[in-house]
């Protein structure tokens, strides 16, 4: 667990963001990526079939060190923990990763999340429970939809 966590909006508009993995959580992770604006570049053997080719960069290969020297932020999301690991021990200190497979050997945690036009919303169990964290969410979001009537994404 992260000794003293730092919560923040980062702007990735113009940061190279590699996500090692073509399963379903680089698929979850892909989407939000996304539509934060960013075109990530997937490298993974093979893809699942819901991950659109087209909107990312694919480096169809294993994780070599070579592929993520550029990278400002690194996923590692394989179904391989020890990838993930050397994901992580590979990377220099400007280099931000989260290793998936293990919360307390990485440098952030995803949040989730709900945003609107003019308001966002995180929520954090620290990485310990991201269902309680997407239950947290929803009701939240019932909450302030009708409070202050607002539509999130």
């Known amino acids: 667990m992260m000794e003293a966590p730092y919560p923040i909006i980062l702007n990735l ?3 190279n963001v590699a996500v090692i993995g073509g399963g379903k959580v680089a698929h979850r992770k892909i989407k939000k990526l996304l539509l934060a604006g960013v075109v990530p570049t997937v490298i993974s053997p093979e893809l699942v079939a ?3 080719q087209a ?3 694919w480096i169809q290969d294993i994780y070599r060190r070579k592929y993520v020297e550029e990278m400002d932020i690194i996923i590692a999301c394989t179904n391989d923990a020890q990838v993930n690991d050397r994901v992580k021990a590979e990377a220099t200190h400007f280099q931000l990763v989260n290793n998936t497979s293990d919360k307390t050997n990485s440098d952030f945690y995803n949040l989730a ?3 609107s036009d003019d ?3 995180s ?4 990485g310990k429970s991201p269902s309680i964290a997407k239950k947290m969410k929803n009701e939240i979001k019932e909450w302030v939809s009708k409070r202050f009537h607002k539509e999130f994404e």
Request: aromatic share 6%.
């Open 13 to 15: 508009a113009k940061k």
């Open 123 to 126: 929520i954090s169990t620290m």
């Open 55 to 57: 909107k990312i960069n």
């Open 119 to 121: 308001m966002f919303i």
């Open 113 to 115: 999340t709900l945003s």
């Open 50 to 52: 819901n991950i659109d």
